[in-house]
C-alpha cells in the first residue's frame, strides 16, 4: 500500500520506513527535519519536508499522495523539555496532530498508526502496566500524547477513521545504519556511548532514592527494530485500539550504565543528579495483547544485545549523522 510517515526522518520512523519499503510498500516521508536527518531518509522514499504545524502543507501533502493510511511519528519527545516548554509541546504534538486529522478527513484517508507512549500512564498504580491501566500523565509530553489519542477516539466514532494507538516504552538499539543522534541528546544510552567515546565526562543519574531495588529508575527497553515490526503488524493487520510495546523487563540506569562498560570494555563514569520531575519510577510493560492480537514477537529483547548494536552504531558514526 502506499503509506505517508510523518516524522519518517526521524529515529524510529527512519527504521519503520526501511522495513516498510523492504516489505514492498510504497512510502512517502513528512518531517520537517527538525530533529529527523536528511541521511536517515531512506532513498528509496520521497522527502517532502514540511512541518504539521503548517496546516496547508500537510493538506497539500495529503491531496497530492492520497496514501491508503498514515503512520505518525512526528512529535516533540522529550520529558524534561515538556517540563520546561509545556506550550511547545501542545502546540507541536496536539496542534500539529489536529491538522493532520483534519487533512485525512478532507482526503477520505482512514487509517492512522500513532506512535504514542507509556507517558500517558503516569505513575502506574502497578506493573506491569496494561493497556486497561488509568492514564494520568505526570509531564506535557505524556499529556499531550493522550489528548491526541483522545481525539483519535472521536475521530474514530464519528467519522469511522481506524486508529490504532501503539504505546511504547524506551526505544533504543539501533541498525547498522540507521542510529539515535539528537541534538541537544537527552536519552540514557546515546549519552552512555557518548561517555565511552570520551565525547562527554560522565552520565547523570537523576534520582538514587526511588522505590526501586537500587534506587534509580527502572524502564522497559525495546529495540527500534521490534517497535518498528509491531507498526507495520498493526497497519496492515487493520487492528484498531490501544497496544502496549515492550519487552515486560524491566532494567535500572545503573544495569544500563553496567551493561555498557561491560559492552564497550571502557569506563563510564556515572554522577548523581536530582530527580527529575515527572519521572515516575517504575515503566514496565504488559505486552500481551500485542503478542496475541498482532503476532508481535521481540527479536532483540536483551539489554546487552540492543546496547552491542548501539554501540556499534556509535562506533562507526562518532559525530552522528553529521559524521
Known amino acids: 500500500m502506499k503509506v505517508l510517515v510523518t516524522g519518517g526522518a526521524g529515529y524510529i520512523g527512519s527504521v519503520t520506513t526501511k522495513l516498510l519499503l523492504d516489505a514492498g510498500h510504497e512510502v512517502v516521508i513528512f518531517d520537517n527535519l527538525e530533529y529527523g536527518h536528511r541521511e536517515a531518509a531512506d ?6 519536508v514540511g512541518d504539521l504545524r503548517q496546516a496547508e502543507a500537510i493538506l497539500a501533502t495529503m491531496r497530492e499522495v492520497r496514501p491508503a493510511a ?3 511519528f512526528a512529535a516533540y ?3 524534561g523539555e515538556s517540563m520546561e516548554k509545556p506550550e511547545r509541546y501542545f502546540r507541536n504534538n496536539v496542534g500539529g496532530g489536529i491538522n493532520l486529522a483534519e487533512a485525512m478527513l478532507a482526503c477520505d484517508v482512514g487509517r492512522i498508526v ?5 507517558a500517558t500512564y503516569g505513575q502506574p498504580e502497578s506493573v506491569p502496566i496494561r493497556e486497561d491501566a488509568p492514564q494520568n500523565p505526570t509531564n506535557p509530553y505524556g499529556e499531550s500524547k493522550l489528548m491526541f489519542e483522545k481525539m483519535l477516539g472521536w475521530y474514530q466514532a464519528q467519522h469511522g477513521m481506524q486508529a490504532t494507538f501503539l504505546r511504547y516504552f524506551n526505544a533504543c538499539g539501533a541498525t547498522e545504519t540507521l542510529g539515535e543522534d539528537h541534538t541537544p541528546e537527552p536519552h540514557l544510552i546515546p549519552l552512555v556511548m557518548q561517555v565511552a567515546l570520551g565525547q562527554r565526562p560522565d552520565v547523570k543519574i537523576f534520582g538514587d532514592d526511588y522505590d526501586t ?5 527502572l524502564r522497559d527497553y525495546i529495540h527500534i527494530v521490534d ?3 509491531a507498526h507495520i503488524l498493526a497497519l496492515t493487520g487493520g487492528h484498531a485500539g490501544a497496544f502496549n510495546l515492550g519487552n515486560g523487563s524491566g532494567y535500572s540506569v545503573r544495569d544500563v550504565v553496567d551493561t555498557a562498560q561491560a559492552v564497550t570494555g571502557r569506563p563510564i563514569r556515572a554522577v548523581m543528579a536530582p530527580r527529575r520531575h515527572g519521572d515516575p519510577a517504575r515503566l514496565i510493560a504488559a505486552a500481551d495483547k500485542a503478542r496475541t492480537v498482532l503476532g508481535w514477537k521481540p527479536k532483540f529483547p536483551g539489554l546487552r544485545e540492543i546496547l552491542e548494536s548501539a554501540w556499534k552504531w556509535h562506533q562507526a558514526h562518532p559525530r552522528g549523522y553529521a559524521g
Do not use: I, K, N, Y
Open 43 to 48: 532513498p528509496r522514499a520521497r522527502l517532502v
Open 70 to 72: 498514515v503512520v505518525h
Open 77 to 79: 519527545a522529550f520529558v
Open 114 to 118: 500513532f506512535s504514542s507512549t507509556c
Open 213 to 217: 531495588p537500587d534506587g534509580t529508575c
Open 227 to 229: 517497535l518498528a515490526q
